[in-house]
């Protein structure tokens, strides 16, 4: 039996039966369900969405057995903010559905410090050379997004809800 790792998904409300089919199809690695393994990241994540919705924020977190997954699942791991990684952030934020090929894509976040970047790169502001110049000095965080509802099922596991605020 393999190891699980905890992971975190920011929310309002518990999430204990995660959905696929409910995330939006322009987002950094296309629709599905996004978490990420760095709990500091969770907690600002769940604080800023609570803070945006008027309400508490939530701390769902699961145990992901991600060894197994890697066995049988189209897995696509982006190990820092590259060329691949801005050509495949871009493409799904134009809509284009390049996500369809992966049931697990992980790697950095288009978070406030990176959008103005990929922002200038999309409007043809600055070169594919000059965005990952500026990119390439940012700590990554990570992301991870689960597309297929079978492989969700299947790996994740939910463990508990943790109300973070009021």
């Not at 992901?64 to 791991?77: G, N, P, Q, Y």
């Not at 790996?155 to 943790?162: D, P």
Request: charged share 25%; with cysteine; glycine share 6%.
């Amino acid at each position: 039996m393999s190891d699980k790792m905890e992971i975190y998904h920011a929310a309002t409300e518990p999430v204990a039966t995660p959905l696929c089919s409910v995330g939006r199809k322009n987002l950094d690695f296309g629709p599905g369900f996004y978490m990420t393994d760095i709990y500091v990241q969770a907690v600002m994540w769940a604080n800023r969405r609570a803070a945006e919705r008027q309400k508490s924020a939530i701390l769902d977190v699961y145990l992901l057995d991600r060894e197994s997954l890697f066995k049988e699942a189209r897995i696509k791991v982006f190990g820092s903010y590259d060329n691949e990684w801005l050509n495949y952030i871009v493409a799904c934020r134009k809509g284009e559905p390049v996500w369809q090929d992966y049931d697990y894509i992980e790697g950095g976040v288009v978070n406030d410090r990176v959008i103005d970047t990929v922002n200038l790169f999309i409007n043809g502001l600055i070169s594919e050379e000059g965005a990952i110049r500026r990119l390439r000095y940012l700590k990554p965080n990570n992301q991870i997004c689960i597309l297929n509802q079978e492989i969700l099922d299947r790996h994740l596991i939910f463990n508990e809800a943790i109300k973070l605020s009021e």
